[in-house]
């Protein structure tokens, strides 16, 4: 997209706008699009290059309508993405949880609930600690790093790693079966993640092996897991694996960089974190409100249907924008504005909510938790060392680097 055209926003014809442009997006979230079209048409028919369309949502309300009527706007009947076949062909991907509909959603998701209760994800703190203190210890003393490659990517992959009983020697090649999953997502061949989640069920079956006696990991409690009385099939496991593989690192390790770097772009904020850590908490509320990484997944309307005024036909796939939901005006005042002291954020980070909100949030705010209060405390003076780079994707906000320089902290908390 053209400066020039990102500077004529508010004269654009908003019927001939494809959001799902990279384009839009090579610079970030285009927010100054997202809210006129919260103004203007937050339910809007967006043409795409094949002739087709898809209709947005934008706004909270409606989001949270369609988020909790299953009934209505279903993930079973075409999937989440704009192609049904993205990752992988429809009918293998349905063995995922984000393609389920309820009961059977309800029933699967029941297989990995009791790894993230709020007293499992407490029990996980001294390890979460521990993992984000080695990775630290990797490069503080050099006063230098990048923080997507040496941080944000490091932790919460070594987390999963940690829950599925991943050995650390096989973490490189742990980030490559992801890394290939999120690319999957980007791109125009159908089913591009396939191959790589047939790589994953072939390394799995080594970690079931090594967990013969073993219950205490989310892979172990796959293998035992039974659903309506029967096992779960391997395809039902692979693709839990590679939801849990892929789902618990990429939308942690994209919070993390863009956390660091909103904080980086507002200073007298980050300068009250490392004054007060008791501030932590509410800073990753207001960080994921801001940032909400994953903007989009899809419905598709199993019946002729409303939202948001606009007539929606049976079988019209709908996106909803949870990146413009967490700053709609409705909710929000100055939604644009980061505050570390916003009053509770109610925002869409984890999904609209019904169903599909995110099962690992909890384990989520504990990671983005310790790592805001281990960098706060190690990296001193943080200051930006170059431009970031960023994927231009409509689906995903993501970093891939963030070079910075600081003055190295002590390791242990005084």
Not at 109 to 119: D, G, K, N, S, V
Not at 139 to 145: I, K, L, M, T, Y
Not at 166 to 178: A, G, I, K, Q
Request: charged residues 30%.
């Amino acid at each position: 997209m053209t400066t020039d055209t990102l500077d004529r926003i508010d004269e654009l014809d908003l019927a001939e706008v494809d959001l799902f442009d990279p384009r839009w997006h090579r610079d970030g979230t285009p927010h100054r699009l997202l809210a006129r079209l919260r103004r203007e048409a937050p339910v809007r028919w967006n043409p795409l290059p094949d002739g087709t369309g898809v209709w947005t949502v934008v706004d909270h309300a409606d989001i949270a309508e369609a988020s909790k009527d299953f009934q209505r706007f279903s993930s079973w009947e075409g999937g989440v993405f704009l192609n049904p076949d993205q990752v992988a062909p429809l009918d293998f991907a349905r063995n995922l949880l984000l393609y389920m509909d309820p009961p059977q959603h309800t029933n699967y998701r029941q297989i990995l609930q009791r790894a993230f209760t709020p007293h499992a994800v407490r029990e996980r703190e001294g390890a979460v600690r521990e993992r984000v203190t080695r990775t630290i210890d990797a490069f503080v003393e050099r006063g230098e790093a990048d923080l997507v490659p040496d941080l944000a990517v490091r932790v919460p992959l070594g987390v999963v790693c940690d829950l599925c009983g991943v050995p650390d020697d096989d973490f490189d090649l742990f980030l490559r079966f992801t890394e290939e999953l999120e690319e999957s997502t980007r791109s125009v061949e159908p089913a591009a993640g396939l191959e790589a989640i047939g790589r994953m069920g072939a390394y799995l079956a080594g970690v079931l092996e090594l967990q013969q006696d073993r219950d205490d990991t989310v892979v172990a409690k796959l293998r035992d897991a039974q659903v309506e009385g029967r096992d779960l099939t391997e395809a039902e496991i692979v693709v839990f694996f590679a939801l849990l593989a892929f789902a618990g690192h990429d939308t942690t390790r994209n919070t993390t960089a863009n956390g660091l770097l909103t904080l980086l772009r507002h200073p007298d904020q980050l300068d009250e974190l490392v004054a007060d850590p008791a501030l932590i908490p509410a800073a990753v509320e207001e960080i994921l409100r801001h940032t909400s990484v994953v903007q989009w997944f899809a419905r598709t309307a199993t019946c002729d249907t409303e939202l948001g005024g606009q007539r929606i036909a049976a079988g019209d796939k709908v996106a909803l924008w949870y990146t413009s939901a967490s700053r709609d005006e409705a909710l929000f005042d100055e939604p644009d504005r980061f505050d570390i002291h916003r009053d509770k954020p109610d925002h869409d980070a984890f999904g609209g909510g019904g169903r599909h909100f995110c099962l690992g949030s909890g384990l989520a705010r504990l990671e983005l938790r310790v790592i805001f209060e281990e960098v706060t405390r190690r990296l001193r003076d943080l200051r930006l060392a170059g431009e970031p780079q960023r994927i231009a994707s409509s689906w995903t906000n993501a970093l891939t680097t963030l070079p910075v320089t600081f003055t190295p902290g002590p390791r242990e908390a005084a």
